[in-house]
């Protein structure tokens, strides 16, 4: 079942999911808090650390872990999720460098990077989940075809993803990674919480599939039929097709 939120603007979005996050981390101590990269989230954090600023809300008995990473871009890459992660929301609150978790895109060996990463992750209960969608249904980087039972894992990224995702490479398809380290599908069903954000025309189709159309692999953000506590925020385009 979705709990489906629908706002006029991108502010408004993130002021939703905002409420959720706030929510969470100070019911609960030590929260666990899963995190996504992307545009999606970017307000969201941007208030996370306004709040932080002002009010004082603290991230420092939290643990976080992302979603995943690009393969083959180092930590300092620009455009590497580690450094996205940094820029846009560890560097304005006080989350504990140690208490960070981020997949390992520049490990030797990318498989063992991707058990190591599960083996952790289920040591814990994500509280809440920040996921945004691609616009081809993906989340996380979990392609269309990708099994709903996946855990963490190797994909390689779609043309879709990578055309999608060349703006942030001076538009050059050629510079974005051919393979990402991500959280699978089954992984992401284990959190408590879910809260999904998307705006924009170019994901209503998408938005569309995940809610009302078939579940199926072709749509991996459908799997979130299944899911308890789904809370999907989106503006007034990307909910055009409801
Ligand atoms: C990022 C991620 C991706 C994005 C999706 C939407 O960690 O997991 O699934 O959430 O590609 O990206 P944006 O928000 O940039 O439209």
Redesign the pocket.
């Known amino acids: 079942m979705f709990n489906t939120i629908i706002r006029k603007n991108y502010d408004e979005v993130s002021s939703e999911a905002f409420k959720i996050m706030k929510e969470v981390v100070t019911g609960k101590k030590n929260a666990v808090l899963g995190l996504?990269?992307?545009?999606?989230?970017v307000g969201m954090y941007k208030k996370m650390i306004a709040d932080h600023n002002s009010n004082g809300t603290s991230y420092k008995d939290c643990l976080t872990f992302?979603?995943?990473e690009y393969v083959g871009l180092p930590k300092s890459h620009d455009q590497s999720?580690y450094t996205f992660m940094h820029e846009n929301l560890f560097s304005g609150i006080d989350v504990p460098e140690e208490n960070i978790h981020i997949p390992d895109g520049s490990a030797a060996d990318e498989k063992q990077a991707c058990i190591d990463y599960e083996t952790e992750l289920k040591k814990h209960t994500v509280d809440i989940q920040i996921?945004?969608?691609?616009s081809d249904g993906?989340?996380?980087?979990n392609e269309p075809g990708c099994p709903f039972a996946s855990e963490t894992h190797l994909m390689d990224l779609t043309e879709q993803?990578r055309k999608?995702?060349a703006r942030f490479f001076d538009g050059d398809i050629d510079e974005v990674p051919t393979k990402a380290i991500?959280q699978g599908l089954a992984s992401i069903m284990r959190a408590s919480k879910i809260v999904l954000i998307a705006t924009g025309a170019n994901?209503a189709e998408a938005v569309y599939n995940m809610i009302h159309g078939p579940k199926t692999e072709s749509c991996p953000a459908s799997i979130l039929q299944d899911h308890k506590d789904v809370t999907v925020i989106l503006d007034e385009a990307a909910a055009s097709k409801l």
């Open positions: 996504a990269t992307g545009s999606s989230p992302n979603l995943d999720y996921l945004g969608i691609g993906h989340i996380a980087f993803t999608d995702n991500t994901k």
